[in-house]
């Protein structure tokens, strides 16, 4: 009896999964491209921070380097995060989180240190338009690849910290 109900069951769903798995004529969701992403990125800012192509072209390739090995630290903070478990004592969230600290340090260090480049070829005040104009185009671009969005965009995941809570928490 068990073994009809489950066939029956599978025989029922198989259509449905099917059907949700193929595209709808005329579907066109946005792929992720990620060299379109670095071109979109690039025109935003030149345009936003009002860089000439003179400018744009001695400031990205710093620009793209710091990205890399902040990526890279991302990437190891990830890896670090993901090493906790249900089973880990205090001392290894201990261990996990001052590390993880550190990294973070390390990152605001590499960007304090790359401004320095960065300011041989472009103005504080352009800097500060790149640095404003990156941050907008990230936050368009996230809107834009990230389905099923509510609301007008508060709603959150999580907890409060490092923005992984509502971020109105300190209102309520």
Known sequence: MRRKIILLMT?????????YAQKPEG??????????????MKD?????????????QAFFP???????????NNEARMQLAWSINDQSSEADYQRV???????????????????????????YKKLYKVK???????????RR?????????????GGGWGGFGNRNHHQQ
């Open 11 to 19: 025989l029922l769903t198989l259509p449905l999964i099917t059907l």
């Open 27 to 40: 579907f066109n969701r946005r792929q992720f491209s990620p060299e379109q992403f670095i071109n979109d």
């Open 44 to 56: 935003f800012i030149t345009k936003e921070a009002g860089l000439s192509p003179m400018e744009a």
């Open 62 to 72: 710093i620009y793209f380097e710091m990205q890399d090995l902040q990526r890279k």
């Open 97 to 123: 989180l001052e590390k993880m600290n550190e990294m973070e340090l390390k990152d605001k260090q590499l960007e304090k240190d790359y401004m320095k480049k960065f300011h041989k070829v472009l103005s």
């Open 132 to 142: 404003m104009a990156a941050y907008r185009y990230n936050m368009v671009a996230l």
């Open 145 to 157: 690849f990230t389905p099923n969005r509510r609301g007008n965009g508060n709603h959150q995941r």
